[in-house]
């Protein structure tokens, strides 16, 4: 039997995970004195996290190569074959070396199982469609390669454009700290408009003036550098800004089929990552040419 892993970076729940038999891999963030392994066990409010993230309070603990082994090596003792969907090993704080290591390990140490490292190149909600349309297609075609082959044809489809409100707990954030480095404005209320590209690099597209006008600003850069916007699929992620997100939501809804759109939350981990309230979209090309 194959399971799928997604981690929790890919801001999909316990209840979406289950409902998709997929497994949720844990993530260290320590917030305070305490260190949690699920978004799902966080009972802090938005605005508590945020304010713990602009107090430096929350911290992203990379797992060890040790920490990865042990948490796949029961299911590949038991006979399953694994496969994990990361988001872009790029934006992970050690690169997604010690993942890499601890897969070289299990797979010297598994030989007649198959242990698969997938990098999606994306981010949040990108990375858990990918893994969930797989998953769906695994049910129906139990053959991993044509599984995996199919996952492929989806990588490298996904942008991300977001906006964060602090940009001062920007600087701190393991993510987009070098990318700060290059952003100045943050005294005259400018909001940085970003975007984390197919092959998971990561850029500053324009500079607004407030959190507002930004997020507005967002729809109208998707919408003029889209061929065929009804040929996307959409994602609004927000963390501490549903006012915001439903707003975006809304102007993108009119564009696509009601299937093809999500209004969803970030988790906790991603708000740390990110520096703390943020709205933001993914979107996947169908037609998108590279």
Same mark, same amino acid.
């Given at each position: 039997?194959?399971?799928?892993?997604?981690?929790?970076?890919?801001?999909?729940?316990?209840?979406?995970?289950?409902? &998709?038999?997929?497994?949720?891999?844990?993530?260290? !963030?320590?917030?305070?004195?305490?260190?949690?392994?699920? &978004?799902?066990?966080?009972?802090? #409010?938005?605005?508590?996290?945020?304010?713990?993230i602009q107090a430096e309070q929350c911290q992203i603990i990379p797992l060890t190569i040790e920490e990865w082994v042990n948490f796949f090596k029961p299911y590949l003792q038991q006979g399953d074959d /694994?496969?994990?969907?990361?988001?872009?090993?790029? !934006?992970?704080?050690?690169?997604?070396?010690?993942?890499?290591?601890?897969?070289?390990?299990? &797979?010297?140490?598994?030989?007649?199982?198959?242990?698969?490292?997938v990098d999606t190149l994306t981010v949040s909600r990108g990375t858990s469609e990918i893994a969930i349309m797989t998953s769906m297609l695994h049910k129906t075609e139990p053959n991993l390669d044509k599984v995996l082959e199919f996952a492929h044809t989806l990588i490298?489809?996904?942008?991300?454009?977001?906006?964060? $409100? $602090?940009?001062? #707990?920007?600087?701190?954030?393991?993510?987009?700290?070098? /990318?700060?480095?290059?952003?100045?404005?943050?005294? /005259?209320?400018?909001?940085?408009?970003i975007s984390i590209n197919p092959d998971g690099s990561i850029n500053i597209v324009d500079r607004v003036r407030g959190f507002k006008t930004a997020t507005n600003k967002i729809y109208s850069i998707v919408a003029?550098?889209?061929?065929?916007?009804?040929?996307?699929?959409?994602?609004?992620?927000?963390?501490?800004?549903?006012?915001?997100?439903?707003?975006?939501?809304?102007?993108?809804?009119?564009? /696509?089929?009601? &299937?093809?759109?999500?209004?969803?939350? !970030?988790?906790?981990y991603n708000a740390t990552n990110v520096g703390g309230k943020v709205v933001g979209i993914t979107f996947h090309a169908k037609k998108f040419d590279r």
């Open positions: 039997m194959t399971k799928i892993f997604i981690d929790a970076y890919a801001d999909c729940n316990e209840s979406e995970a289950t409902k &998709n038999s997929i497994i949720i891999a844990p993530s260290k !963030l320590k917030i305070g004195k305490k260190t949690y392994l699920k &978004n799902d066990d966080i009972k802090l #409010s938005e605005s508590e996290i945020i304010k713990k /694994v496969v994990f969907f990361t988001i872009s090993q790029y !934006l992970l704080s050690d690169g997604g070396e010690d993942l890499r290591s601890a897969f070289c390990m299990l &797979n010297d140490d598994f030989p007649e199982r198959k242990c698969v490292l490298g489809r996904y942008i991300t454009v977001l906006t964060i $409100d $602090d940009v001062e #707990s920007l600087k701190h954030t393991p993510i987009f700290k070098k /990318v700060s480095k290059n952003f100045a404005g943050a005294t /005259v209320n400018l909001k940085p408009i003029q550098n889209g061929e065929n916007m009804a040929d996307y699929t959409f994602s609004v992620v927000n963390y501490g800004a549903q006012e915001e997100a439903d707003k975006l939501f809304a102007k993108f809804a009119t564009q /696509v089929e009601p &299937n093809e759109i999500r209004n969803l939350p !970030l988790s906790a």
